[in-house]
């Protein structure tokens, strides 16, 4: 079974940046692709950005396109997300996800293609 672990969440200033890792245990991450999801108070959860497993293929929603980016390390696995520009509409616990019913799959951008999820790290951002 997966295990994902996030970390690099806190508190900043609005205009400023964090960069959260998610660490997977397990020798296929390679083969399947992986998320980012958060949830904010009295939301559900949502898909923002997504990779798939070569690293290839990217997904982000439009609320932060431009501002945030997903990489990923087959070599570490680990997955990442550089989050710069942020605004306090950014707080939220954000989870780390992966699609691990399927490998080489193309369906990286389906939010229903997600199985597995991490402890959730929790982003504040004040104005």
């Known amino acids: 079974q997966v295990q994902l672990v996030e970390s690099g969440g806190g508190l900043v200033q609005a205009g400023g940046s964090l960069r959260l890792s998610c660490a997977v245990s397990?020798?296929?991450?390679?083969?399947?692709?992986m998320g980012w999801f958060r949830q904010a108070p009295e939301k559900p959860r949502a898909l923002i950005a997504a990779?798939?497993?070569?690293?290839?293929?990217?997904y982000y929603a439009d609320s932060v396109k431009g501002r945030f980016t997903i990489s990923r390390d087959n070599a570490k696995n680990t997955l990442y997300l550089q989050m710069d520009t942020l605004k306090p509409e950014d707080t939220a616990v954000y989870y780390c996800?992966?699609?691990?019913?399927?490998?080489?799959?193309?369906?990286?951008?389906?939010?229903?293609?997600?199985?597995?999820w991490g402890q959730g790290t929790q982003v504040t951002v004040s104005s």
């Open positions: 996800a992966a699609d691990t019913g399927r490998t080489y799959s193309s369906g990286y951008y389906r939010e229903t293609s997600y199985n597995s």
């Open positions: 397990g020798r296929t991450f390679s083969t399947y692709n």
């Open positions: 990779i798939k497993w070569n690293g290839v293929s990217t």
